[in-house]
T-cell receptor, first 111, second 113 residues
């Protein structure tokens, strides 16, 4: 009965690799988000999709590309990983914008 | 730009102590204000909200009042428990749909038995 789930939970990879993180929500929400949380716990929005349409696209390197195959899924693909990409990435969803439900996070470590 | 500033942690206190976490904001217009909480190993969850000046949000014994004159939204709890140990985030939104939340840096709170 998980509301917002992410896979994988941990991801360790080498610089230069390409990786994807998947997110699924079973809440029937129309809007999904990706956030990045750095080592100091600072949380910053990256992208948001509403009914599969991109509505928020913050200043993020174009190595990051979100993909929404349907409104229950929002995946994050990262090309040419760099050391500075190491962080915890959170997926979230909402029906009312402010009440966002977060997934458990994916800890990405780039070596 | 729109932003939130929280008091730095970590904060460590004993059970039944009084907790205050300061939060001030800078925003154009009239933002909505929120507190989110992140328990260890979990994602964030909404704790409480206030959408206009003088509104008081409350949940699980926590309270925060939207003070426009001091641009503040401080979080308080009168008697904390070990289970309140978490990271607390103040956040705001200025767009009508509230989709874009701007978060503060988070304050880590540890409550000792």
């Amino acid at each position: 009965d998980t509301a917002v789930s992410q896979t994988p939970k941990y991801l360790v990879t080498q610089m230069g690799n390409d990786k994807s993180i998947k997110c699924e929500q079973n809440l029937g929400h129309d809007t999904m988000y990706w956030y990045k949380q750095d080592s100091k716990k600072f949380l910053k929005i990256m992208f948001s999709y509403n009914n599969k349409e991109l509505i928020i696209n913050e200043t993020v390197p174009n190595r990051f590309s979100p993909k929404s195959p349907d409104k229950a899924h929002l995946n994050l693909h990262i090309n040419s990983l760099e050391l500075g990409d190491s962080a915890v990435y959170f997926c979230a969803s909402s029906q009312e914008g402010y009440k966002q439900f977060f997934g458990p996070g994916t800890r990405l470590t780039v070596l | 730009g729109d932003s939130v500033t929280q008091m730095e942690g970590p904060v460590t206190l004993s059970e039944e102590a009084f907790l205050t976490i300061n939060c001030t904001y800078t925003a154009t217009g009239y933002p909505s204000l929120f507190w989110y909480v992140q328990y260890p190993g979990e994602g964030l969850q909404l704790l409480l909200k206030a959408t206009k000046a003088d509104d008081k949000g409350s949940n699980k014994g926590f309270e925060a009042t939207y003070r426009k004159e001091t641009t503040s939204f401080h979080l308080e709890k009168g008697s904390v428990q070990v289970s309140d140990s978490a990271v607390y985030f103040c956040a705001l939104s200025v767009d009508r749909s509230d989709y874009k939340l701007s978060f503060g840096a988070g304050t880590t709170v540890t409550v000792r038995a």
